[in-house]
């Protein structure tokens, strides 16, 4: 999630050159590419990065039958909190997008190919884009058809039988505008396609915003898995989630390929570009690690001092929750307040904060609760946010001269504050995303849970919840159910009453 917010009270670049760091971690080198030419960036072997499906561009139809598209299988449902985004005829399955940006003119010129399942009969398969966004073309299965666009949703008009799967794919241009953020937060105010006064470009979209740059099924229950090609003039570079397959420049432009190969909803799918510095290592544990660090911001954002931070808090996080579940951890930083945990490739403001280590430890924390497993509705934003949080928290006991009670005591004093001004964290009201309860009622709830059920049986729940369903997402009554059956007790009064509840439970 965006920057945590904080309790009020303190507490007693295509310019491509590798760091290299004295880490005790396995290093690895960036070789800067010359005009016309490739530098693969290659899986390793057994990496799952090979179950990714091959880019393709318009004219290409890929195999419908693939089977690294049954992962992505949904059951996409209209959001209760936000459902004027986001549409359940469709199922995605893998976006293709190839996106060229011009820093200049403001200009995205893209090509975008989508894999899908249908997930109902329908005379037509609705998906959200922004109406800053012309469309120029829209071919189904090949086939070029006829489209409508009613603000911001792109209607075409092609009937569609349920569990058919279908290519879709769509060509469009122009300037990007980001889009109002449902929250009275202070470090954001809009999400999407934003542009610096340089022409450099980032995205984080919690809840929605997606649709600013790409046709998109703006929902968290709907899942896909990503090929991201990125040009722009040189020295700029693309940045983007998953494994970098590729980096080319010719004739003055930089293009690379990423590929992520996990299911991601599209919140969490990001993409950056200007002129960074990239700093490589890997983890203890064998996880590649990145930090992008835009050129001239060495100052603020210590990449040598970060990658071992990172690795450090990684090493403890796997220690809680096992095997970090992606195939690479990267760090992309921008011109930002916030941060948010973009899968596989954090997005991160250049802050003290954001880039302290807390913060890294919180976002990488998300990588089990919250992209490997994530909530079916915004309604239940607690669910990644609360436990988030009370690692957080667990990681900032180990390191800080006071202990986690201690730690919850304090954060007890604000949160009936935050339930007061936002509502119930289950139960929020829309216009405050985001806000303190998602995150505080939540950590304070787990460390009840913690004491109820004692320190073996809560961390191994804590570990095994995001792995009973990969890469998919839950409701409330599946989280509650769940954690009742697997702890032998009903555990749905100590939710409610922190999630749902019109006052904060005694302590």
């Known amino acids: 999630m965006r920057r945590v917010p904080r309790s009020r009270r303190p507490l007693a670049g295509a310019r491509c050159s590798t760091t290299v760091l004295a880490l005790s971690l396995g290093l690895t080198a960036c070789s800067a590419g010359g005009p016309d030419t490739e530098v693969e960036v290659l899986a390793e072997p057994g ?7 091959a880019p393709v561009s318009l ?3 890929p195999a419908l039958d693939d089977p690294a598209l049954d992962a992505s299988v949904s059951r996409p449902r209209r959001d209760p909190v936000y459902p004027g985004v986001g549409h359940p005829v469709l199922d995605a399955l893998h ?6 940006w011009d820093p200049d003119e403001r200009l995205l010129t893209a090509e975008q190919t989508l894999l899908l399942r249908a997930a109902r009969d329908s005379d037509r398969l609705v998906l959200d884009l922004s109406p800053a966004l012309e469309v120029g073309t829209v071919r189904l299965d090949g086939e070029e058809v006829p489209f409508d666009r009613r603000g911001q949703d792109l209607r075409v008009e092609a009937p569609v039988a349920k569990d058919d799967r279908h290519v879709l794919q769509i060509s469009y241009s122009g300037s990007p505008e980001p889009v109002a953020a449902p929250t009275t937060r202070g470090d954001f105010s809009t999400n999407g ?12 979209q919690e809840p929605t915003g997606a649709y600013s740059w790409y046709a998109v099924d703006d929902q968290p229950s709907d899942k896909a898995t990503y090929d991201i090609t990125v040009s722009v003039p040189s ?3 693309g940045v983007a989630n998953g494994q970098l397959l590729s980096r080319t420049e010719s004739d003055g432009v930089t293009t690379t390929r990423w590929s992520m190969a996990q299911p991601a909803a599209s919140y969490l799918v990001t993409v950056a570009t200007g002129e960074y510095d990239l ?12 930090y992008w660090v835009p050129v001239g911001d060495e100052g603020r954002v210590d990449a040598a001092a970060g990658l071992a931070e990172a690795d450090r808090g990684l090493a403890w996080l796997e220690e809680k929750l096992g095997p970090y579940p992606f195939d690479a951890l990267g760090f992309v930083f921008v011109e930002s307040d916030s ?25 990488m924390a998300h990588h089990w609760w919250g992209d490997l497993i994530g909530p079916t509705t915004w309604r239940d934003l607690w669910m990644n946010e609360g436990m988030a949080m009370y690692l957080q928290g667990a990681w900032m006991a180990s390191e800080e001269p006071y202990t986690l009670p201690q730690l919850m005591d304090y954060w007890a004093q604000d949160e009936p504050q935050m339930r007061a001004d936002a509502g119930p964290a289950a139960d929020y009201d829309p216009a405050t995303f985001g806000e303190g309860n998602a995150y505080y009622s939540g950590a304070l709830m787990w460390h009840e849970i913690r004491g109820l059920l004692g320190d073996e049986l809560f961390w191994r729940l804590v570990r095994e919840w995001p792995r009973s369903l990969p890469y998919g997402t839950s409701d409330y009554a599946g989280i509650v159910g769940w954690w009742s059956r697997e702890s032998g007790r009903d555990l749905s009064p100590v939710f409610d009453a922190w999630l749902r509840g019109e006052v904060s439970p005694a302590r």
Not at 95 to 100: K, M, Q
Not at 193 to 204: A, K, S
């Open 279 to 290: 700093s490589e290592a890997v983890s203890s544990s064998g996880v590649p690690l990145s």
């Open 193 to 204: 396609w934003t542009v610096t006064e340089d022409g450099d470009t980032w995205t984080m």
């Open 59 to 61: 004219g290409e139809l």
């Open 47 to 53: 990496s799952t990065a090979s179950a990714g499906l």
């Open 95 to 100: 976006y293709d997008l190839d996106l060229a």
């Open 339 to 363: 941060g948010m945990e973009t899968q596989s490739m954090i997005t991160l403001g250049m802050t003290e904060y954001t880039t302290s280590t807390p913060v890294l430890v919180h976002e």
């Open 235 to 237: 020295p700029r570079v």
